[in-house]
């Protein structure tokens, strides 16, 4: 089984390349940290990540540099050969799916001047939580059938 799944931070600028048959691709560090810290401060590993077609543009659309997200994959190895024409090895993680992680105010969009002018993806249980509902609105629920 060829599995992963991590939790951290895009660390850098994120850049959407084309194919040459218009497949959307994009390559991107994230920074993951470790349970044991080094002299107080977490240890930190980073991870080169691989993401194709409609995901890597909406990840783009939608977050940077900086921005949690929460994904699982799969480890992939590969060669190519450098400029200098020696033969390179790397391992990277192919993304298969995700979950946009943290809320605006530690992603620092809370104020006007963070804030970008890119649609929100929508958020169901979010939209339930701002209806306007008149205040006469009273669901028949037994609490004692509430399992929490």
Do not use: C
């Not at 084309?18 to 044991?36: C, D, E, L, Q």
């Not at 949690?68 to 024409?85: C, I, K, M, V």
Request: hydrophobic share 35%.
């Amino acid at each position: 089984m060829n599995k992963v799944i991590l939790v951290g931070r895009i660390a850098a600028d994120l850049e959407l390349k084309s194919t040459k048959n218009g497949k959307s691709v994009m390559t991107f560090p994230i920074a993951v940290n470790r349970k044991y810290k080094s002299e107080g401060y977490p240890t930190v590993d980073f991870f080169n990540v691989v993401v194709w077609a409609k995901q890597a543009e909406v990840i783009h659309q939608y977050l940077g540099k900086g921005k949690q997200l929460a994904f699982t994959g799969r480890l992939q190895s590969r060669s190519y050969d450098a400029n200098d024409g020696t033969k390179r090895y790397t391992t990277e993680v192919v993304l298969e799916d995700f979950d946009f992680i943290g809320n605006k105010a530690a992603n620092g969009e809370g104020t006007s001047e963070n804030r970008s002018n890119v649609t929100e993806p929508s958020n169901a249980s979010q939209d339930l939580y701002e209806m306007d509902l008149d205040n006469d609105f009273n669901p028949d629920i037994d609490e004692d059938t509430i399992p929490f």
